[in-house]
């Protein structure tokens, strides 16, 4: 049986002209089709629903708060009864009458076979220069990572066979557009791989989702399987906000001691209570950034947010209290003032790292 994934996202004018001719392509083949959509404003899901309502084979998963397109095709995957899945766009770009050989290929002997717009008799049609430059330079830093080498590694178009799907499950990556890419990361290299040739058509409705956050989360996706391995990308992103909080804690720092400074001179209390007025002025300064940006896929909103930051606070408090010591004891041997302040934030960045994903952003 063939399970076909088809992930959706504001394709609403595209199912009612798809699903019929799909359903006259694979009339041969015991299949079901698993519509998974991301709760489109649209309300692909509706249409998609009314559509399968008096068709068996034709199943709709709605997600509700969550988006991205390889977690939806894992999850069509997971949800799928067939021992051939595959997965194909809902715009009509794919060329659905490769199917039946696709399927046929699978079911022979391969463990996975790629609709392929890079070899011979494949084309990606209509692309502007731009597009082709873009694809190009993905594609090539995609092979770079892979453990099978294939041509088109980022082609959304593809089936794969049942257990060999559920045997890499555990390893793959939610995040991100590239589900292929990250299966030819994560199978066995043995794995027979067969690319099939499709000319890649122009969307028939709607718009791209291809959009600049999703060639960001391409890039991340490329370091998360190499460099990530051993340096998390999380602790990279919270050191580079460390780093700003630093100049924010220094600026903080002047303003503060500025105010306080009586006649020229600084007390030891007065330097101390700077250095906890520029602390906390640190914190807030790296809780709204690491929220927004180390933390993205954890994102706290409203209420939780004021948790979190509370949290986050008490996370920082021994980062914080080992930034005071060593500022005020380096400023107690009359080490110069700034160097004081500049060594003492530095001190809490790891320990206030993992204190963080400890407590304020749990995955
Ligand atoms: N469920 C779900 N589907 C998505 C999401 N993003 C995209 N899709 C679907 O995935 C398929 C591919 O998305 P497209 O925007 O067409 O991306 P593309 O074909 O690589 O890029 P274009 O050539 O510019 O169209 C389409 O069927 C989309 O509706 C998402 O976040 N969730
Ligand atoms: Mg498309």
């Not at 949800?79 to 696709?102: F, N, T, W, Y």
């Not at 340096?231 to 050191?239: A, D, E, N, R, S």
């Not at 706290?300 to 004021?306: E, I, M, T, V």
Request: a neutral charge; proline letters at 3%; charged letters at 20%.
């Amino acid at each position: 049986m063939l399970s076909l994934i088809l992930p959706t996202f504001n394709e609403a004018k595209n199912l009612p002209e798809l699903l019929p001719k799909l359903e006259e392509v694979l009339k041969g083949i015991p299949h079901e089709i698993i519509i998974v959509d991301d709760d489109s404003p649209d309300e692909t899901w509706r249409i998609a629903q009314e559509i399968g309502h008096d068709i068996d084979d034709i199943h709709v998963i709605r997600r509700v708060g969550r988006r991205g397109l390889s977690s939806a095709v894992i999850e069509g995957f997971l949800s799928a009864k067939g021992e051939v899945l595959a997965v194909m766009d809902a715009d009509g770009q794919h060329d659905m009458s490769v199917l039946p050989r696709i399927y046929e290929s699978v079911m022979r002997k391969n463990g996975m076979v790629i609709g392929s717009r890079y070899i011979e008799g494949g084309s990606v049609g209509e692309w502007d220069e731009r597009r082709h430059l873009m694809s190009r330079v993905a594609t090539s830093l995609a092979l770079k990572v892979c453990r099978v080498k294939v041509k088109d590694p980022m082609s959304g178009f593809f089936a794969i066979r049942r257990e060999l799907f559920h045997s890499t499950a555990k390893q793959l990556n939610p995040k991100g557009f590239k589900i292929l890419l990250d299966l030819l990361v994560c199978v066995p290299k043995e794995t027979l791989v067969e690319e099939i040739p499709f000319t890649f058509s122009t969307r028939l409705h709607g718009e791209s989702k291809l959009s600049r956050r999703v060639q960001i989360e391409f890039l991340e996706y490329l370091y998360d399987v190499t460099v990530g391995r051993y340096i998390p990308l999380t602790f990279v992103k919270y050191c580079i906000v460390g780093a700003f909080g630093v100049v924010v804690h220094v600026t903080a720092y002047l303003a503060f001691s500025a105010l306080i400074r009586e006649g020229g001179d600084l007390t030891v209390m007065g330097f101390g209570l700077a250095v906890i007025g520029a602390t906390e002025v640190a914190i807030v300064f790296n809780f709204l950034l690491n929220n927004a940006w180390t933390f993205a896929h954890a994102r706290l909103k409203g209420l939780s947010a004021f948790i979190g930051f509370l949290k986050f606070n008490g996370a920082c408090l021994f980062g914080a209290l080992a930034n005071y010591a060593v500022s005020s004891y380096l400023f107690t041997l009359a080490w110069p003032e700034l160097s004081a302040v500049i060594i003492g934030a530095f001190t809490g960045v790891v320990w206030n790292y993992t204190m963080s994903k400890m407590f304020a952003w749990k995955d």
